[in-house]
């Protein structure tokens, strides 16, 4: 069974940093990429960033361009989030979530695994 387990959440001011982590584990041979999606209270979960294990393919939602660095380490099954120059409206809870497809990963329905999310929370 495939789990994914996030965390590094928390409290920043605005502009500060946060470091994200999500582990996989389990069966994951048959994966091909991992994203990251946020869901802020009363609004839609939402595309954030995705990554191929191989590193090859990266996809940045426009809000968070130039800001917010995905990243992985096969070795460790881990996927990661820089979060930098944060803004209130980045204020969500962050999601992983593992996908066996080859397209379509800025969309929620492609994406077959998710974890329990983590809580980042941005104070002016």
């Known amino acids: 069974q495939v789990q994914l387990v996030e965390s590094g959440g928390g409290l920043v001011q605005a502009g500060g940093s946060l470091s994200l982590s999500c582990v996989v584990s389990?069966?994951?041979?048959?994966?091909?990429?991992v994203g990251w999606f946020r869901q802020a209270p009363g609004l839609e979960r939402e595309f954030v960033a995705a990554?191929?294990?191989?590193?090859?393919?990266?996809y940045y939602a426009d809000s968070v361009k130039g800001r917010f660095t995905i990243s992985r380490d096969n070795a460790k099954k881990m996927v990661y989030l820089q979060v930098n120059s944060l803004k209130l409206e980045d204020t969500a809870v962050y999601y992983c979530?593992?996908?066996?497809?080859?397209?379509?990963?800025?969309?929620?329905?492609?994406?077959?695994?998710w974890g329990q999310g983590t809580q980042v929370t941005v104070s002016s």
């Open positions: 990554i191929t294990w191989s590193g090859s393919t990266i």
């Open positions: 389990g069966r994951t041979f048959s994966s091909v990429a």
């Open positions: 979530a593992l996908t066996e497809r080859i397209a379509g990963w800025r969309l929620m329905r492609s994406y077959d695994t």
